[in-house]
């Protein structure tokens, strides 16, 4: 695509659609150019922001459904029966800081930020700590990174240091990359069940009355919240507490029959440090109850199961609707 050039975006099915570039450079503000498109509406065209944007005009593009692609590689894409979003397609000029390494509580702390954010609140780090149930010199930490990073920024206001995320897409991008499913070795395994949501019904009573701490994630648990496909999943995606060693030992005391993968129903896998069990809780869908992760933590386990970046998206829409 090229300025004072025609670009045309053209589908498989022979429908093309003109593609009207936009100058960043030309607005003062994020608000001033969403107010600018929110006036132009051509038949038969898209529109593609292009240019140096702000980090902070970003989220306030993505919510107008503006698409746009930065210099740096960042990108959001949404045109029709088009999706695209990535965190960057081409190399720095400049080297960067090390990425934050999403380890122990650091990926914890990120969840709940990034829970606060979509209810509306700017929490201090301090609530960050209790709500993640972890030391303040941590939360410290991982937000210090995040900071370096640009991607949050800290305000202080009396004497509190409030948190707020900048770019809440490219913080979730992240927190998906570093603990997305399944972050170290599985093990598979049968449970009887009419339906896979019955499985993850089951799965969760036999592990509850085992008191083995789990959470079903991915698109099983996508049901439970309220987003629904055209189809079921052929596994149930599960966080269990404990170590990789200790996964068919917990397996065999949830009651799951051995199997090899190409047979099973149900994945286990080891969260030694709760991440994915962080803020789980008791859904349900139609007949069946399950305990199920966090829907942000839903969407970073979804990306390599079938059609899991469209079942994200809508995961997404959920989210930010709902807070």
Same mark, same amino acid.
């Given at each position: 695509?090229?300025?004072?050039?025609?670009?045309?975006?053209?589908? =498989?099915?022979?429908?093309?659609?003109?593609?009207? &570039?936009?100058?960043?450079?030309?607005?003062?503000?994020?608000?001033?150019?969403?107010?600018?498109?929110?006036?132009?509406?051509?038949?038969?065209?898209?529109?593609?922001?292009?240019?140096?944007?702000?980090?902070?005009?970003?989220?306030?593009?993505?919510?107008?459904?503006?698409?746009?692609?930065?210099?740096?590689?960042?990108?959001?894409?949404?045109?029709?029966?088009?999706?695209?979003?990535?965190?960057?397609?081409?190399?720095?000029?400049?080297?960067?800081?090390?990425?934050?390494?999403?380890?122990?509580?650091?990926?914890?702390?990120?969840?709940?930020?990034?829970?606060?954010?979509?209810?509306?609140?700017?929490?201090?780090?301090?609530?960050?700590?209790?709500?993640?149930?972890?030391?303040?010199?941590?939360?410290?930490?991982?937000?210090?990174?995040?900071?370096?990073?640009? &991607?949050?920024? *800290? *305000?202080?206001?009396?004497?509190?240091?409030?948190? =707020?995320?900048?770019?809440?897409?490219?913080?979730?991008?992240?927190?998906?990359?570093?603990? @997305?499913?399944?972050?170290?070795?599985?093990?598979?395994?049968?449970?009887?069940?009419?339906? +896979?949501?019955?499985?993850?019904?089951?799965?969760?009573?036999?592990?509850?009355?085992?008191?083995?701490?789990?959470?079903?994630?991915?698109?099983?648990?996508?049901?439970?919240? @309220?987003?629904? @496909?055209?189809?079921?999943?052929?596994?149930?995606? #599960?966080?269990?507490? @404990?170590?990789?060693?200790?996964?068919?030992?917990?397996?065999?005391?949830?009651?799951?029959?051995? %199997?090899?993968?190409?047979?099973?129903?149900? +994945?286990?896998?080891?969260?030694?440090?709760?991440?994915?069990?962080?803020?789980?809780?008791?859904?349900?869908?139609?007949?069946?109850?399950?305990?199920? %992760?966090?829907?942000?933590?839903?969407? #970073?386990?979804?990306?390599?199961?079938?059609?899991? +970046?469209?079942?994200?998206?809508?995961?997404?829409?959920? +989210?930010?609707?709902?807070?």
């Amino acid at each position: 695509m090229r300025r004072a050039a025609t670009s045309v975006l053209t589908y =498989e099915d022979g429908i093309d659609l003109a593609v009207r &570039l936009v100058e960043p450079s030309d607005f003062l503000s994020a608000d001033e150019l969403v107010a600018s498109e929110r006036h132009v509406d051509v038949p038969g065209t898209v529109v593609l922001v292009a240019g140096v944007i702000p980090v902070a005009w970003r989220p306030k593009l993505r919510a107008a459904e503006i698409s746009f692609v930065d210099v740096s590689g960042v990108a959001e894409i949404n045109w029709p029966r088009l999706r695209v979003s990535t965190g960057q397609f081409a190399h720095e000029a400049q080297r960067r800081r090390e990425v934050l390494p999403m380890q122990k509580g650091h990926a914890v702390v990120v969840q709940e930020l990034l829970s606060a954010t979509f209810r509306g609140d700017h929490p201090t780090i301090g609530e960050l700590a209790s709500r993640a149930d972890i030391g303040l010199p941590t939360a410290s930490r991982a937000i210090a990174q995040l900071a370096q990073h640009g &991607l949050v920024e *800290k *305000k202080r206001t009396g004497s509190s240091v409030h948190v =707020e995320v900048v770019d809440a897409v490219a913080v979730a991008e992240l927190l998906a990359a570093r603990t @997305g499913w399944p972050q170290g070795p599985t093990v598979s395994g049968y449970l009887w069940g009419r339906s +896979i949501w019955e499985v993850a019904s089951s799965l969760s009573s036999s592990a509850g009355r085992s008191e083995i701490p789990v959470a079903v994630t991915g698109r099983t648990a996508l049901a439970f919240t @309220g987003v629904l @496909g055209t189809s079921s999943p052929r596994q149930t995606r #599960c966080w269990v507490a @404990g170590q990789s060693r200790d996964l068919e030992r917990l397996g065999r005391q949830i009651g799951l029959e051995p %199997a090899p993968a190409e047979e099973s129903n149900v +994945i286990l896998a080891a969260d030694p440090w709760k991440v994915g069990l962080h803020g789980r809780e008791s859904r349900t869908f139609q007949d069946w109850t399950a305990t199920v %992760a966090h829907p942000l933590r839903i969407w #970073c386990d979804l990306r390599d199961e079938q059609r899991g +970046i469209e079942f994200a998206a809508q995961l997404w829409k959920e +989210i930010s609707r709902r807070g």
